[in-house]
C-alpha cells in the first residue's frame, strides 16, 4: 500500500475507472479536487496496485481531532471489478487500520451500503462491528 504524495495522470485516469464501479451518483474527482486530498491534513489517500503496477483500488482515511478525541473513518473504498478477491480491499483497510491508530484514533468507522455484500463480509471479517445507529444526512442538492 502507498498513500501518494502527489498525483500525476495515472492516478487521475484510475479514479475515472474506479469511482462509476463505486457511485453511480458521484462524478469522479479531478486532479485539482485529488491534490486537495492529498494535501489535506485530514486525510491520507491509499492506493493499492497490481503487480504491473497498474492502480486497482483506493482508500481515503480521514483522521481529526474533535473535543472527545481523535476520530477516524474510511470513506470510498472501492476495488477495480477484476481484481476483486484478490486481497487489495483488505491490504488497503489494514493499512488504514495501522495508520489511524498510529496518529491517535481509538477507533475506526466506516458505513457500508447493504448491497455491497462481499465488502460488507469483508468487514466483519477484519473485526468491524454492525454498530446499531441512525446515520443522518443533509444535502445540499444537485
Known sequence: MVDLS?????LVEAFASLVPQLSSS?????????EAIVAS???VL?????RSGRIV???TL???????????WIEDVVVDEAARGSGAGAALVQEALERARSLGAKSVDLTS?????AANRLYL??????????????????
Open 6 to 10: 502527489e498525483v500525476d495522470t495515472a
Open 26 to 34: 458521484s462524478p469522479p474527482p479531478d486532479g485539482a479536487a485529488l
Open 41 to 43: 491534513e485530514a486525510t
Open 46 to 50: 491509499l492506493v493499492a496496485r497490481d
Open 57 to 59: 483500488g483506493t482508500l
Open 62 to 72: 480521514a483522521v481529526f481531532r474533535v473535543p472527545t478525541g481523535v476520530l477516524s
Open 113 to 117: 451500503r447493504p448491497s455491497r455484500e
Open 125 to 142: 471479517r477484519m473485526g468491524f462491528e454492525a454498530r446499531s445507529t441512525n446515520v443522518y444526512r443533509f444535502s445540499f442538492g444537485a
